[in-house]
């Protein structure tokens, strides 16, 4: 036997706690900016809380800018937009604020702005994100307002190719924002359905990462721990958003699951990803929704792993004692349990199902999948979720 090799990464200067956005004038003068986008969408953007963040950055001596049209899963063409306004507002960097997709959108502009290749040349394929002038990426402030993706502490964004409806990661180390400041406080005004939708794409974050087959220990770890936070405070945060103590331990949980993931990731967000392309359904919930038939599909690989992280979190150590949690909980949080029943009804047939099944074998995080993800495959999960 050879011993284990791989390269790792770990995120950045993280500024957590309740009341630390305030530090935001602080944070941005570490990263060396002095002319910031701050990049939201139309609801984070128009909310009391991005005003007096706009406020003391102008306190401060601080001349921001604002761009507030993030869509739910970034396109393209937002991020064209987007990158005109960086450009046109003479902007030295990015305030990325809000959920997961201002964050995706704030950091590939902040990579795009310096760049002259079009952006899917840099998708996270091989090594091209050596293809990047490095010395034009502008620097990041991230502040989530949600608690799932944990893009906040990654080197990537998802973005929808809109010629193809797939969705893309683009991938560079130096994404990764400088600062990040995780105030729970942000995400108290969340609604119960986001609050459950992000948590649970924090929960598949950590259990993807936990079952991917590739070596990384640290990881691992880091995913079981995030898992147990998951259980026992998002049901809590669902129930009284203004628990501050349940959303603070969430927003350790999102930004654990992104940490996590450089495991790995699997089919669920394989199958997610075209199904949210396709449809522009909400990404964590559609994690949720197609949890259960991933789980099953991988069974045969995972089924001592999963006892282990079950005994963990206090329950039988059991593969059924686990499904019955995940369940549990998905029942709590009213997650829909067919995609069909998705945004008030989704129609597909069997067309459809043969594009998202294609479109899901060649998503980069099925290759993470602890059984092989053929096309046959991937079509029975996506009708038997459906």
């Known amino acids: 036997m050879t011993a284990p090799k791989a390269t790792w990464s770990y995120p950045t200067a993280v500024r957590f706690g309740a009341g630390r956005i305030a530090e935001l004038p602080d944070a941005c003068r570490a990263a060396g900016l002095r002319r910031p986008l701050l990049v939201t969408d139309p609801v984070v953007g128009a909310m009391p809380m991005t005003g007096r963040a706009l406020d003391a950055l102008r306190e401060a001596g601080f001349a921001p800018g604002v761009f507030d049209r993030t869509t739910p899963n970034p396109t393209g063409s937002d991020l064209d937009a987007c990158v005109a306004a960086f450009r046109d507002g003479g902007h030295d960097g990015v305030v990325a604020f809000g959920g997961g997709s201002a964050l995706d959108l704030g950091k590939c502009a902040a990579f795009m702005a310096g760049q002259t290749r079009p952006v899917w040349d840099f998708e996270d394929i091989g090594d091209w994100w050596t293809r990047a002038n490095a010395d034009a ?15 906040e502490v990654g080197r990537a964004g998802v973005l929808t190719n809109e010629e193809t409806h797939t969705k893309k990661i683009i ?11 995780a105030d729970p406080e942000l995400t108290v005004g969340m609604p119960p359905a986001i609050t459950a939708g992000t948590g649970m794409d924090a929960f598949a974050h950590c259990l993807e ?16 721990e995030g898992m147990r936070l998951v259980a026992e405070h998002l049901p809590r945060a669902y129930a009284d958003g203004g628990d501050i103590e349940a959303r603070a331990h969430m927003m350790s949980a999102a930004a654990m699951g992104a940490v996590a993931f450089q495991k790995g990731l699997g089919a669920i967000h394989a199958l997610s990803h075209p199904v949210g392309a396709l449809f522009d359904t909400h990404h964590g919930m559609t994690n949720a929704v197609v949890m259960p038939v991933v789980l099953r599909f991988n069974r045969p690989a995972i089924e001592a792993r999963i006892a282990r992280l079950a005994a963990y979190l206090g329950l039988a150590p059991s593969f059924e004692a686990f499904m019955e949690c995940v369940i549990g909980l998905r029942a709590t949080l009213d997650v829909p349990e067919r995609l069909s029943a998705m945004k008030g009804g989704l129609t597909a047939d069997a067309a459809v199902f043969d594009r998202i099944a294609a479109m899901a074998v060649e998503d980069p995080t099925a290759g993470g999948n602890p059984v092989d993800l053929t096309p046959e495959a991937a079509r029975r999960l996506i009708e038997e979720a459906w």
């Open 137 to 151: 990426i502008a620097p990041v402030v991230a502040v989530p307002t949600t608690a799932g993706t944990g893009s």
């Open 171 to 181: 991938f560079h180390p130096k994404m990764l924002p400088a600062v990040v400041i």
């Open 209 to 224: 990462a936990y079952c991917s087959p590739f070596y990384h220990p640290m990881s691992a770890g880091i995913a079981v």
